[in-house]
């Protein structure tokens, strides 16, 4: 007999695969209760010590979670708690927390949130979605800080209860808190696949759907969800079919995932056992820990253009330099191939503006650009060749037409090469270059690419 309880089904953003079912805990939103106060000039130097003292305790909770993971063999994981530790360290934001303190005469917790709204303003003029996340990282270490000066404590279901979690938003140190819970899915209205929170469930492998707007609000906690982290979907008090229908989904899913796995340390080979390496395509260096798990014996594509969109000023070459040695000691003795900035079409950086074009994917684009915005160019090349020394890397040119074009850029490769050895900064001097094809006249001559 089917369950007289309407069942409904909400739509949202896939983050990680596989199906969950489980009962609705609703995790509180973060609405610290404070009473907003002014204060005099004679309490500044004491609102301050409050801030300074929840910074240390918010670092200590941090870090005693980071060790937490790391004792359990959740490396990746621990790694974004080390992100909101790195937060935490930037005076930058301290002194501008104290600085509201000061000039506004508040409490620590108005500070805090003055603050906030001010920081969340900028990264809201952000269009690049990665970017425009990383907003969510300062406002979850803020909120940690709060919870310290107002004194919160957050209660979790009992350990033997199977559930589902659904949030309004979730930091990544509270997934870090849950992994030794019985959390069958997650379902949170808001986020996207680029945010931290969605990278460290996708990589500890529990369903989740994000993006799924007010649900959070309109569940009590207890009825039964099924999560499809597969499809995007969240199904609330499922009929009795339906619930049969995805729990042998989910027992399938998750026998097929494990007898994928069997084949992952298999060669990658043709029938007659000629090798053809299998590599993986990444956007992000968080990526790069993946690859491993799956069997890929390195990065076929690594892709660049992140780090310049959405941004009023280009990458450093410090900040290139970080990512990808990061990526290339992830992978590593396995190869790295890196495609240098693919910019312009529908790929706009707001550092390099672009005129407008009468057909822009046959403009100023990839290699064209790079050539004449020669500065963020250089910098990038250079970090290229210094993360080389760490690991095999292969450098990947985008939208090569000419055999001209080709000569200019190994020129100015072999001119940073000569600037690196005056330094004495090592790197790999017989690193390979290469040129994607992807127009007719640099198919027709890849004789002489």
Same mark, same amino acid.
């Given at each position: 007999?089917?369950?007289? %309880?309407?069942?409904?089904?909400?739509?949202?953003?896939?983050?990680?695969?596989?199906?969950?079912?489980?009962?609705?805990?609703?995790?509180?939103?973060?609405?610290?209760?404070?009473?907003?106060?002014?204060?005099?000039?004679?309490?500044?130097?004491?609102?301050?010590?409050r801030l300074r003292?929840?910074?240390?305790?918010?670092?200590?909770?941090?870090?005693?979670?980071?060790?937490?993971? =790391?004792?359990?063999?959740? $490396?990746?994981?621990?790694?974004?708690?080390?992100?909101? =530790?790195?937060? !935490?360290? /930037?005076?930058?934001?301290? +002194?501008?927390?104290?600085?509201?303190?000061?000039?506004?005469?508040?409490?620590?917790?108005?500070?805090?949130?003055?603050?906030?709204? #001010?920081?969340?303003?900028?990264?809201?003029?952000?269009?690049?979605?990665? !970017?425009?996340?990383?907003?969510?990282?300062?406002?979850?270490?803020?909120?940690?800080?709060?919870?310290?000066?107002?004194?919160?404590?957050?209660?979790?279901?009992?350990?033997?209860?199977?559930?589902?979690?659904?949030?309004?938003?979730?930091?990544?140190? /509270?997934?870090? &808190?849950?992994?030794?819970?019985?959390?069958?899915?997650?379902a949170i209205d808001?986020?996207?696949?680029?945010?931290?929170?969605?990278?460290?469930?996708?990589?500890?492998?529990?369903?989740?759907?994000?993006?799924?707007?007010?649900?959070?609000?309109?569940?009590?906690? *207890?009825?039964?969800?099924?999560?499809?982290?597969?499809?995007?979907?969240?199904?609330? $008090?499922?009929?009795?079919?339906?619930?049969?229908?995805?729990?042998?989904?989910?027992?399938?899913y998750f026998w097929?995932?494990?007898?994928?796995?069997?084949?992952?340390?298999?060669?990658?080979?043709?029938? /007659?056992?000629?090798?053809?390496?299998?590599?993986? $395509?990444?956007?992000?260096?968080?990526?790069?820990?993946?690859?491993?798990?799956?069997?890929?014996?390195?990065?076929?594509?690594?892709?660049?253009?992140? =780090?310049?969109?959405?941004?009023?000023?280009?990458?450093?070459?410090?900040?290139?330099?970080?990512?990808?040695? +990061?990526?290339?000691?992830?992978?590593?003795?396995?190869?790295?191939?890196? #495609?240098?900035?693919?910019?312009?079409?529908?790929?706009?950086?707001?550092?390099?503006?672009?005129?407008?074009?009468? $057909?822009?994917?046959? *403009?100023?684009?990839?290699?064209?650009?790079?050539?004449?915005?020669?500065?963020?160019?250089?910098? &990038?090349?250079?970090? %290229?060749? #210094?993360?080389?020394?760490?690991?095999?890397?292969?450098?990947?040119?985008?939208?090569?037409?000419?055999?001209?074009?080709?000569?200019?850029?190994?020129?100015?490769?072999?001119? !940073?090469?000569?600037?690196?050895?005056?330094?004495?900064?090592?790197?790999?001097? &017989?690193?390979?270059?290469?040129?994607?094809?992807?127009?007719?006249?640099?198919?027709?001559?890849?004789?002489?690419?």
């Open positions: 007999m089917e369950n007289l %309880i309407e069942e409904q089904v909400y739509d949202g953003i896939p983050v990680s695969a596989g199906i969950g079912i489980g009962k609705a805990w609703i995790f509180p939103e973060r609405g610290f209760c404070y009473l907003p106060r002014r204060i005099s000039h004679v309490l500044i130097e004491a609102e301050v010590e003292k929840a910074l240390k305790k918010t670092e200590e909770e941090l870090l005693s979670l980071q060790a937490k993971l =790391l004792k359990r063999g959740l $490396n990746k994981e621990a790694n974004f708690i080390e992100v909101h =530790l790195e937060m !935490l360290k /930037d005076k930058s934001l301290l +002194q501008q927390v104290e600085e509201t303190i000061r000039e506004e005469l508040v409490c620590a917790e108005w500070a805090l949130e003055i603050t906030l709204k #001010r920081i969340l303003k900028d990264f809201e003029s952000i269009e690049e979605e990665y !970017l425009k996340e990383r907003g969510q990282d300062v406002k979850h270490v803020f909120e940690m800080v709060l919870k310290e000066l107002v004194g919160y404590s957050l209660t979790y279901p009992p350990e033997e209860e199977e559930f589902v979690l659904v949030g309004h938003d979730l930091p990544p140190s /509270d997934v870090g &808190q849950l992994v030794s819970h019985p959390v069958r899915g997650f808001v986020g996207s696949s680029t945010s931290h929170t969605a990278i460290v469930l996708k990589s500890l492998g529990i369903p989740a759907v994000m993006a799924l707007k007010d649900l959070s609000r309109r569940l009590k906690g *207890g009825e039964i969800l099924i999560i499809d982290g597969n499809r995007g979907k969240v199904i609330v $008090n499922p009929h009795a079919s339906t619930l049969k229908t995805y729990q042998k989904k989910r027992d399938f097929f995932s494990k007898e994928l796995l069997k084949y992952a340390s298999l060669p990658s080979e043709s029938l /007659d056992g000629y090798p053809l390496p299998l590599r993986a $395509n990444i956007e992000f260096p968080h990526e790069a820990a993946l690859i491993r798990q799956y069997g890929a014996e390195g990065i076929g594509l690594y892709r660049t253009e992140y =780090l310049f969109l959405g941004r009023k000023e280009v990458p450093e070459e410090e900040e290139h330099f970080r990512c990808y040695k +990061q990526v290339v000691m992830e992978v590593s003795p396995y190869p790295t191939t890196i #495609r240098t900035f693919d910019l312009g079409g529908e790929k706009q950086a707001p550092s390099m503006p672009i005129p407008k074009e009468r $057909n822009p994917a046959l *403009g100023l684009k990839g290699i064209r650009l790079a050539l004449r915005e020669k500065e963020p160019f250089k910098a &990038q090349l250079r970090a %290229i060749l #210094r993360a080389s020394y760490y690991g095999k890397i292969r450098i990947l040119l985008p939208m090569i037409t000419s055999l001209e074009e080709l000569r200019e850029v190994k020129l100015l490769i072999e001119n !940073l090469k000569e600037e690196l050895a005056r330094e004495s900064i090592p790197f790999d001097p &017989q690193i390979q270059i290469g040129v994607m094809i992807e127009v007719p006249s640099a198919a027709l001559i890849t004789d002489f690419l």
